[in-house]
C-alpha cells in the first residue's frame, strides 16, 4: 500500500514522533515518583533480584518457597533496571524508560509488521499510534507493565511470521523465538493468548490461497521448534511451580470474574478487563478507569467503529486478514461470557477453565492485541485509501486521525496514566533503611517476620506493592500478603497466625513461642501502613497489643512516633477510633522485637518428646497462646502421622498429645486477607461447587475423624449462600435462621442480587408442620426486605407476601396445612427494592428467626477423633484440649458472631482427671444490669458505643475525665443516660464535661430531668475542639431532690 504523502511519510519523522508520544509524556507524568509497577525489588534492589531469579527454589522467602514466574526477571526486565541502576539513573526515570520502551516497542513493531506487508506513507504512524496508545495498556502500565511485552510483541511476531512464510530457511523462525524469548517469560498464558495471531496469519493464507498449505506447515513448524527451543527455560520453570508450588492460579481471581468483564462493547474499544472495573475503599483501583465512562467513552467507541466503517467501503490487500485478527481477538476474549449462559463455544471453555491448564488461559481480555492491531490497520488503510482519492486531503486526515488516536488515550496527556493511589516517592524513609541494617546485623541464622499482614504493601508514604524491608535486607523474612507463598503448610500457619492479628482476637502470650517454632529471630511491626486501605489493624491498637508481650527483649524502634491518622478519603472515624483510650502511645513506625531465646531455621528436635496436635494451624496457634509449644520438641498434626514407624515413636509416653476444635471443614476465599474462613460444616453438607471462590488449601490428609464438623439435630439447614460474594463471614450462617436466638441471623446477597437465593430445612423425621413463623434479619443499616417468598413442603409450593410484621419480633404467622413434612425450602422471590443495576450499599436479607411449629433444631460441633483412634489405648501421655470459640471483634458491628456460646461433642475412650482453665472476659454484648456494681447507682443508657464496655453510661458518673459515655455512631438527639440511687438525694450545681477532640460532635443543648420531671434545659457552646479537648459547662439548673437524674 503506497501514498504520494511527504511530511507525516517520511520514516525519520514517523520515528520520531512515536518516540516523543512514547517517552515525554511519561517522563513529565509525576516527576520523582514511582509507581508500584511489577516488582519493588527491580528498584529497591534489582542485583539481588536478579541473583535469585535463576532459582525455582528460595529458602530466604516465605519459609522457604518454589517462586511463580520469578525466573522470567531475568530478561529482559531484570537486566533493564540493573542497567539503570548501575550507570546512577533515579528510579523514577529508569521506570519511564522503561514504560516508554515497552509503548515504543508496539509501535515501531506495528510501523516494521506493516512496511513488510508493502505500505508507505502516513498510514503507517496513524497504525502505528493507534496499537502503541490503545487503551487495552491502561490496564496494566502502572502495576504490571511486564503483561504488556506480548502486546509489544505481538506486530514483531506477525511480521516475521510473514517474513518466514516468504522467505525460506530458519533466519526468521530463529528471531521469532529470540522475540518470544524476550516478551513471554514473565507470563506464559499473554503470550499463549497473542500467539494465536501468527498462527492464524498462517491459517488465513492457507485457506485464502495466497501460500500453499505445504509452506505454510513447513513455516509454522521452523516457528514452532524456535518457540519451543528458546521458552523450554520459562517452560521447565512453570512446570516446576505447578507441580511443587502452591496452586496460585487458584488462590487468585476466578475465571468468572474475568468473564463478568469481558463483554463485547467493552471489548471492542481495547477494555473489558475484569481490574480496569474494581473499587477499592479509596477509589478506582485503575484511576483512569473513570474516564472511560464519562466524556472518553464516545471516542473510545468512535475509533474502532470508524476502523469497521473503513473496511465496508475500501479495498486492500490484507483487509480478510485484519478482519479476521479483530473477530478473532473478541471471540477469544469474550470466552464464555456471559458466565451463566455462554455460547456453545464458550460452555467447552468455561468448562475447561475448570481445569488447571484450562484456567491458567482464564484472563482471555489478553487476545485484545489481535483486535487492536487489526483495529488499527485499518484505520491506516483509511487513510491511504484518503490519500489515493483525494491525494491532498492525505496528510490533514492522517494528522486528524492521529490526534484522535492520541485523544483516546487521554490519562497519558492528562498526567494521570500513573495512579496516584499505587505511587511512592523515589527515597524510601530512612527508618527503614536503619531498620534494615539493625536487623542485618543479627546474621541470617533466624527469620524476620513482618506484622501485621496486608493485601499489598501500601504505607502512608506511599503505595511498594511489595514490602520494601526485604530489598532492604539481607535476613530471610516472612509476612502475610495477599497471595501466599511458601508450601501449603506454612502458608497455612501464617494465616492462622495473622487472620488472629488482623481480627483483634491475638493472644500475645502465644506470640514468641510461635515465633520460635517458625525461625523467627525477630518480629518487625509496620505501624506506617495506610490502614485503612485494607482494613488492617490500627497501629495504635497493635502496638498496646504487643508492647508487653512476654517473651522479647527490649523493642527497637525506629523513626519518630507520630499518630498516623486515615487520609481523608477515608477518615475511618469509627468504634475502633472512638473506644480507643485517652492518651494512648503512638508507636515509632517501625519498631524491632527481638524473640528471647530464638531458635534459629536449621535445628534439631528430640523426636520422643513430639508434641502431637489433632488439629489444624489454626490449632497450633492456640496451643500456643496456652503455652503449650516448647522449643526442642517437634510438632506433628495427627491427620499426618501415616508412617507406622513415626506414629510409634511420635504417641510414647513421653509426647504431649493437644485435642483442638480446629481442622474444621469449612470454606476459604483469598480475595483479601479478612473474613476468609466459612463456618463448620456437617460433614455430609454439599460444597457448593458453583461458588470458584471457595478454594481450599490441602494441607493435611483427609481421613475420617480428622476433621472438626458440625451436627445438627432436629433440622438441617443448608443454604444457597450467605454472607456476601467477596468475603466470608460466618456469622451469617444459614443454623442462625433456626438457632432460638434473635440476635442471630442467616443473611444473604449483601450488595448483590438475592432472588433466588434459598434456604433449606430438613427435619430428622417427616412431621406434621401447622405453621412457620418468620422474623427477617436486622442488620446494621438495613435498607433491604424480603417481600415475596415462595415455600416449597416437599412437593408441595406456597406463596407468601411477607409484610412488616416479619420484620420485628415476634414474627409474621404463615398457617400451613398441617401435613407431614420432610423438607422446607424458603426461596426468595422479591424484595422492596426489586432489580437493580448494581447492588453497592444494599444490605443482605434473610431471617434471624424461622419457627417451625413442634421443632426444635440443636447444633453441636464435633472434634476429631483421628488422635485417639490413632492410639487405640492410653499411652499415660499428657492430654490437653484446646477450645476456642469463633467470634468477631464486636467493634465492628456490621458482623456477626460466629458462635455466641460453645457448644463442644468430644470422644475420650478412657478416663482422664483434667484441669480447668481458660480466659473469660465480659461480653461487649452485655447488658448494663451485668456490669452494675451491687454497692454503687445504677446507670442505664438509652444506647452506647457498640463493642466497648467502658463507654457505657457509667462511664459518665466515675469521675474520670479520660473515660466518658459515648452514643452510638449515628445521630445524637434523644441520646440519653440516666443514673438512679437507692435513696433520693439533692443534686446540685450541676456541670457538664464533654469532649472536644475533633472527633465528636458537640452537644448544642441538653435537658436534664429528676426522676423523669424536666428540671430545666441548657444551651451548651458547642465547641468542637478545645486546648485539652474537654470543655466543662455550668448547667445553671435550680437545684433538685430526687433518685434519678437523667
Keep these: 500500500m503506497r501514498s504520494g504523502a511527504v511530511a507525516l511519510g517520511r520514516d525519520r519523522i514517523q520515528t520520531l514522533v512515536l518516540a516523543a508520544v512514547a517517552y515525554l509524556p511519561l517522563l513529565a507524568n509525576d516527576m520523582g515518583r514511582v509507581a508500584a509497577d511489577t516488582k519493588a525489588y527491580l528498584y529497591l534492589d534489582p542485583g539481588r533480584l536478579l541473583a535469585g531469579a535463576p532459582y525455582m527454589w528460595q529458602p530466604e ?73 490503545s487503551p487495552y495498556l491502561l490496564n496494566y502500565v ?104 502452591l496452586p496460585t492460579l487458584h488462590l487468585t481471581e476466578n475465571y468468572k470474574v474475568v468473564s463478568d468483564a469481558a463483554t ?100 482471555t481480555p489478553r487476545a485484545l492485541p489481535l483486535s487492536i492491531l487489526g483495529t488499527s490497520m485499518l484505520l491506516g488503510a483509511g487513510a491511504a485509501a484518503m490519500g489515493r482519492w483525494r491525494p491532498r486531503w492525505e496528510q490533514p486526515v492522517a494528522a486528524l486521525l492521529c490526534v484522535l488516536v492520541v485523544a483516546n488515550l487521554s490519562p497519558l496527556w492528562q498526567g494521570e496514566i500513573l495512579g496516584s493511589l499505587v505511587q511512592r516517592p523515589e527515597d524510601v524513609p530512612g527508618y527503614w533503611h536503619e531498620a534494615a541494617a539493625h536487623l542485618d546485623a543479627s546474621g541470617d541464622g533466624t527469620r524476620v517476620l513482618e506484622l501485621p499482614g496486608s493485601d499489598f504493601a501500601a504505607y502512608r508514604w506511599g503505595n511498594s506493592g511489595d514490602p520494601v524491608l526485604p530489598g532492604l535486607m539481607d535476613r530471610p523474612y516472612v509476612a502475610r500478603e495477599l497471595i501466599p507463598q511458601g508450601s501449603p503448610a506454612s502458608a497455612a500457619l501464617l494465616v492462622a497466625l495473622d487472620s488472629e492479628v488482623q481480627e483483634g482476637r491475638l493472644d500475645p502470650d502465644g506470640l514468641a513461642p510461635l515465633a520460635r517454632l ?30 508487653d508481650a512476654p ?102 509416653s513421653n509426647a504431649r498429645l493437644i485435642l483442638t476444635d480446629t481442622n474444621r471443614l469449612q470454606g476459604r476465599r483469598w480475595g483479601t486477607i479478612r473474613e476468609t474462613t466459612g463456618y463448620t460444616q456437617r460433614w455430609d453438607e454439599e460444597v457448593d461447587r458453583g461458588d470458584l471462590s471457595d478454594q481450599r488449601l490441602d494441607v493435611l490428609p483427609v481421613r475420617p475423624g480428622t476433621l472438626t464438623v458440625a451436627r445438627q439435630t432436629g433440622i438441617r439447614v443448608d443454604a444457597s449462600g450467605y454472607g456476601n460474594p467477596v468475603t466470608f463471614t460466618a456469622g451469617d450462617r444459614p443454623f442462625h435462621a433456626v438457632d432460638g436466638r434473635l440476635d442471630t441471623a442467616w443473611t444473604v446477597g449483601a450488595f448483590d442480587e438475592v432472588v433466588g437465593e434459598h434456604l433449606t430445612l430438613t427435619l430428622d423425621e417427616p ?43 415476634p414474627g409474621q404467622l404463615v398457617h400451613l396445612s398441617g401435613a407431614d413434612v420432610r423438607v422446607v425450602v424458603l426461596e426468595v422471590r422479591d424484595t422492596d427494592v ?55 471483634d464486636p467493634r465492628d458491628p456490621i458482623r456477626s458472631e460466629p458462635e455466641r456460646g460453645m457448644d ?73 443516660v440516666t443514673i438512679t440511687h437507692p435513696v433520693p438525694r439533692a443534686f446540685r450545681d450541676l456541670t457538664l464535661t464533654y469532649r472536644a477532640d475533633g472527633l465528636h460532635s458537640a452537644p448544642s443543648a441538653v435537658t436534664v430531668l429528676v426522676d423523669g420531671v424536666p428540671i430545666g434545659r441548657s444551651t451548651l457552646p458547642g465547641t468542637l475542639r478545645a486546648a485539652d479537648d474537654l470543655v466543662t459547662v455550668d448547667l445553671g439548673l435550680p437545684d433538685a431532690t430526687g433518685r434519678s437524674l437523667t
Excluded: K
Design 767 to 809: 412431621a406434621p408442620i401447622e405453621s412457620l413463623t418468620f422474623v427477617q434479619a436486622r442488620s446494621q443499616g438495613q435498607n433491604r426486605w424480603i417481600t415475596d417468598l415462595r415455600i416449597h413442603l416437599d412437593d408441595q409450593v406456597m406463596d407468601v407476601v411477607l409484610d412488616a410484621t416479619s420484620r420485628t419480633p
Design 264 to 363: 463485547a462493547p467493552e471489548l471492542f474499544r481495547g477494555l473489558g478487563y475484569w481490574y480496569f472495573y474494581g473499587q477499592g475503599r479509596l477509589g478506582a483501583w485503575i484511576e483512569p478507569a473513570t474516564s472511560y465512562t464519562r466524556w472518553a467513552l464516545p471516542l473510545s467507541f468512535a475509533l474502532p467503529l470508524l476502523a469497521l466503517l473503513a473496511a465496508a467501503i475500501i479495498r486492500f490487500r490484507h483487509r480478510g486478514h485484519a478482519l479476521m485478527l479483530i473477530v478473532l481477538g473478541l471471540l477469544v476474549g469474550i470466552g464464555a461470557h456471559p458466565y451463566d449462559g455462554p455460547s456453545p463455544l464458550g460452555r467447552i471453555f468455561r468448562d475447561l477453565t475448570l481445569t488447571d491448564a484450562g484456567l491458567a488461559l482464564r484472563s
Design 551 to 652: 517473651g522479647f527483649g527490649p523493642a527497637v524502634s525506629f523513626g519518630t512516633p507520630v499518630a498516623n491518622v486515615a487520609g481523608p478519603e477515608r477518615p475511618l472515624l469509627d468504634q475502633h477510633t472512638l473506644s480507643r483510650p485517652v492518651g494512648s502511645q503512638h508507636p515509632a513506625p517501625a519498631i524491632v522485637l527481638p524473640v528471647l531465646d530464638a531458635q534459629s531455621i536449621l535445628r534439631i528436635a528430640d523426636p520422643t518428646r513430639s508434641i502431637v496436635l489433632s488439629g489444624d494451624a489454626d490449632g497450633l496457634v492456640a496451643a500456643a497462646g496456652e503455652g503449650l509449644l516448647e522449643a526442642g520438641r517437634p510438632v506433628l498434626f495427627s491427620a499426618s502421622l501415616l508412617d507406622p514407624v513415626l506414629l510409634a515413636s511420635a504417641l510414647g
Design 834 to 888: 426489586g432489580r437493580l443495576d448494581h447492588y453497592a450499599g444494599v444490605t443482605g436479607v434473610g431471617f434471624a428467626e424461622v419457627g417451625v411449629a413442634g421443632v426444635a433444631a440443636d447444633e453441636t460441633i464435633l472434634l476429631p477423633t483421628d488422635l485417639t483412634d490413632l492410639l487405640g489405648y492410653d499411652s499415660g501421655a499428657e492430654l490437653a484440649i484446646v477450645l476456642t470459640r469463633q467470634r468477631s
Design 61 to 133: 522467602v516465605a519459609m522457604g518457597t518454589v517462586t511463580h514466574q520469578n525466573i522470567g526477571y531475568l530478561w529482559p526486565v531484570g537486566p533493564f533496571f540493573w542497567l539503570g541502576e548501575a550507570i546512577g539513573l533515579p528510579d523514577w526515570i529508569t521506570q519511564r524508560l522503561w514504560l516508554g520502551s515497552v509503548l515504543l516497542a508496539a509501535g515501531l513493531g506495528m510501523r516494521w509488521f506493516l512496511r513488510t506487508l508493502g505500505w508507505r506513507g502516513a498510514a503507517l504512524l496513524v497504525s502505528s499510534l493507534s496499537y502503541m496508545l
Design 518 to 547: 517458625l525461625g523467627v529471630g525477630d518480629i518487625v511491626l509496620r505501624s506506617d501502613l495506610q490502614f485503612e486501605r485494607f482494613r488492617t489493624p490500627r497501629p495504635d491498637d497493635l502496638w498496646a497489643d504487643l508492647r
Design 142 to 245: 502502572d502495576r504490571h507493565s511486564v503483561i504488556l511485552l506480548p502486546w509489544a510483541g505481538l506486530p514483531w511476531l506477525m511480521g516475521l511470521t510473514v517474513r518466514a512464510l516468504r522467505t525460506p530457511g530458519w533466519r526468521h523462525a530463529a528471531i521469532f523465538g529470540l522475540v518470544t524469548l524476550t516478551v513471554g517469560g514473565v507470563n506464559a498464558s499473554s503470550l499463549l493468548l497473542v500467539g494465536i495471531g501468527p498462527v492464524a496469519w498462517l491459517a488465513w493464507c492457507a485457506v485464502e490461497g495466497s501460500a500453499p498449505w505445504r509452506r505454510v506447515v513447513g513455516t509454522a513448524a521452523r516457528i514452532g521448534l524456535a518457540f519451543a527451543a528458546t521458552g523450554i527455560w520459562w517452560m521447565v520453570g512453570l512446570a516446576i511451580q505447578s507441580r511443587y508450588g
Design 904 to 976: 463442644r461433642t468430644m470422644d475420650l475412650p478412657w478416663a482422664r482427671t483434667f484441669e480447668l482453665r481458660g480466659e473469660a472476659r465480659w461480653s461487649a454484648h452485655a447488658d448494663d444490669a451485668l456490669l452494675d456494681d451491687p454497692g454503687a447507682p445504677r446507670v442505664r443508657a438509652t444506647a452506647s458505643l457498640a463493642g466497648d464496655l467502658v463507654s457505657r453510661g457509667r462511664a459518665a458518673f466515675d469521675d474520670d475525665p479520660t473515660t466518658a459515655w459515648q452514643p452510638p455512631i449515628g445521630p445524637q438527639d434523644g441520646q440519653a
